[in-house]
């Protein structure tokens, strides 16, 4: 099942994250993630596992296992960087007025000739720390060292040149509000094809949704679960997961909490890439096209919505970036 995006590419609904994958579990990992049937994963040079996830890329073309084409690749500058089976990366903070060069750099890590979707990965550029590092810029107080001379529309400009210079394929934003998608909609001369934002039952977001869908900008999810374990103990947030309302779908249709979570996603017609780095949970996200939740069900789960960020970034930069 795929999304038509507004560049006429077809981007599979569900993918993998790669965040906080461990260079040796790589290549299994995506190996059994090809083999349940997964054609989408999501990277990010912020995740520093590229060139782990390339060399993994690059035997699973050569022993046959899967097709280039057959994949859709994402990943981010400076930003962070996404790769779906269809590769498409993250432009990290410090990269944004060396677009060209951070683009390159991840395409070879990654042993690719071209990325499927390229995303800036957050709205807001920082120091440059050198292309492909990832680390981030903080002043002495330990507050993210914002560089106020690179606008984001010129960034933009940036990105399209890596269409038409046929480095990527679709190009997009990431944790953009509505205010910044209808700014990047006026001034861009090739429309982003998605939004990548987090979102799921207790941070639903419904009018960015709406609003980004209704312009031709396709809404992926990252963060779809909630977070669960991993941004409990990074954020020591609350997951979804174990929402009563939640937990008595679950029941009720035979599916785990989870796949219930996932369905709604998808059924909101958002792209959906949860992270797992266990075989079991693996198949169990995958197997979400059996059932269907009905009206009554998706309207009972925007009940649920508490307008909840789990993933946030002040942690670490000192500054809320979402204020």
């Not at 941070?203 to 031709?216: T, Y």
Request: one cysteine or more.
């Amino acid at each position: 099942m795929a999304i038509t995006l507004n560049s006429g590419f077809e981007m599979p609904i569900i993918g993998l994250g790669v965040w906080r994958m461990e260079g040796k579990d790589i290549k299994d990992l995506l190996f059994n993630a090809i083999k349940i049937g997964y054609r989408h994963f999501d990277c990010a040079a912020d995740y520093k596992n590229e060139a782990e996830v390339g060399e993994a890329l690059a035997e699973a073309f050569q022993t046959g296992l899967v097709k280039r084409e057959d994949l859709f690749i994402t990943t981010k500058a400076s930003f962070k960087l996404t790769l779906m089976f269809l590769p498409n990366p993250y432009l990290w903070n410090s990269d944004h007025g060396h677009v060209v060069e951070a683009c390159k750099d991840s395409l070879k890590k990654l042993r690719l000739d071209y990325l499927d979707l390229y995303l800036v990965h957050f709205p807001i550029a920082t120091r440059h720390t050198g292309v492909g590092a990832t680390g981030s810029a903080l002043e002495e107080d330990g507050v993210l060292d914002i560089d106020t001379t690179v606008s984001l529309e010129t960034t933009w400009h940036s990105m399209e040149d890596l269409v038409s210079m046929g480095l990527v394929r679709s190009i997009g934003i990431s944790n953009y509000d509505i205010f910044l998608t209808r700014d990047c909609l006026a001034y861009a001369k090739v429309k982003p094809a998605v939004n990548q934002i987090e979102t799921h039952p207790y941070f639903q977001r419904e009018s960015l949704v709406k609003f980004c869908q209704k312009h031709g900008v396709c809404v992926t999810a990252h963060t779809p679960l909630g977070g669960a374990a991993a941004n409990t103990e990074w954020f020591g947030s609350v997951s979804c997961l174990d929402d009563p309302v939640l937990k008595g779908l679950s029941k009720k249709y035979n599916k785990t909490t989870a796949q219930i979570v996932l369905r709604w996603g998808i059924q909101r017609n958002t792209v959906i890439i949860p992270k797992s780095s266990k075989l079991e949970r693996l198949e169990e996200n995958f197997k979400v096209f059996d059932f269907e939740l009905t009206k009554d069900d998706m309207d009972l789960i925007k009940t649920v919505d508490r307008s909840y960020r789990t993933n946030q970034p002040a942690k670490f930069w000192g500054i809320n970036l979402y204020a």
